[in-house]
């Protein structure tokens, strides 16, 4: 497989992911994010791709947005929409990918299960992500997952914020 495939290619070497749970958001995109969310969940019932996303209340966030769709059993999951933020991230557009190509490891594990746990209990997600080599810390960001309907309403879909500290 190509370096240019995975996530964070640009790292090459002795570098990991590590995943901190967080209950609030600390990231101002996140909150934005997760308000808007609880606002079309208290109209709606729901957030719905096509209604809801994409929308002007978020306009500001969509390059740094992607919607997953689980596959295989939750096993996998597809990129259905992804922002242009993720162009420079992952080396190329990521919209009909599988997660599992451009993850490998714990970073595909901790991300399928955040997004199943997601899912099964319809609530946010919220996790502090580092990519870190043993002595520093390269990159840091928040990423908020959040339990959206599909454009029909016939499946669950996760919404995913990755926003970036500078």
């Known amino acids: 497989m190509e370096q240019t495939q ?9 570098t990991s992911h590590t995943f901190a749970q967080v209950f609030a958001p600390e990231h101002p995109s996140s909150l934005q994010l997760q308000t808007y969310w609880l606002e079309c969940r ?16 978020v306009t500001n966030l969509l390059r740094d947005l992607t919607v997953l769709e689980p596959i295989d059993g939750g ?13 420079k991230r992952c ?12 993850y490998r490891g714990h970073a595909f594990t901790s991300g399928v ?10 609530q946010p997600m919220i996790y ?3 990519l870190s080599t043993p002595l ?6 928040e990423s908020i997952d959040l339990p959206i309907r599909s454009q029909d309403g016939s499946a669950d879909l996760v919404l995913s914020g990755t926003f970036y500290f500078t």
């Open 6 to 14: 995975l996530v964070d290619y640009q790292f090459a070497g002795d």
């Open 42 to 57: 208290a109209q709606h019932g729901a957030m719905r791709l096509g209604r809801d996303v994409p929308a002007r209340a």
């Open 75 to 87: 096993t996998d999951y597809v990129f259905r929409l992804a922002g242009s933020g993720f162009l």
């Open 91 to 102: 080396g190329s557009d990521i919209k009909g990918r599988r997660f599992s190509t451009l």
């Open 113 to 122: 299960s955040i997004m199943n746990a997601c899912i099964r209990e319809q």
């Open 128 to 130: 502090d992500v580092r």
């Open 136 to 141: 520093v810390t390269l990159r840091r960001h």
